[in-house]
């Protein structure tokens, strides 16, 4: 569920998270900052210069009111891109999200538990077709070591470690033959009793 509510955040999120333009940092004479996407002035009743400010904050954005007394001197001023970068990163980053970079450009936070199982993943992927190409080559039969969380699996009681038969090669096989088998009776059904 909080998944759920997670990527409901992002999704409205990532409809205002196009990088603008140009970003300012607002400073106030008390020493907090904000990094701003967008400003417009005001006036109000007593003609008061105001700034309404749209924040620069993807995880959380947010619309608000500052007064220009309130501004310490030299500000607002533009960010810099890379500095914005950073920050938008690092602002991620302590929030539990690891900014991926998708093969359309975009860039996209993604739950850090995600990523690591997904990179977990991937690196066992490499290990497995790396086996397959030296097992096509001839090389040595034993498999690859695959990266596995802290704990080892026990091997099995029935397994002898010593003996190097080609039980893997039969094992792939009898798989092999069992998704053909499987696809042909889904394909059977689904043409001819149709």
Known sequence: MANLLTCLILMVTA??????SST???QLQDGR?????SYREERNSRGQLLYIIETD????????TIRASDLAPGYPVRELPNARQQRIEQGWAERGYQLVTLPSGERRPIPQSEYELAERARQWALAVDAY???QDRGGDPDPPDVPVDETQLAPSEASDPTNHSDA???LLAATIVAVAAVLIGVLFKT???A
């Open 33 to 37: 900052e904000y990094y701003v996407r």
């Open 15 to 20: 409809q205002n998270s196009e990088p603008p």
């Open 132 to 134: 397959i190409e030296e």
């Open 57 to 64: 904050e993807p995880w959380r954005p947010t619309t608000r």
């Open 24 to 26: 300012y940092i607002f």
């Open 191 to 193: 043409l001819i009793l």
């Open 168 to 170: 893997g090669r039969w």
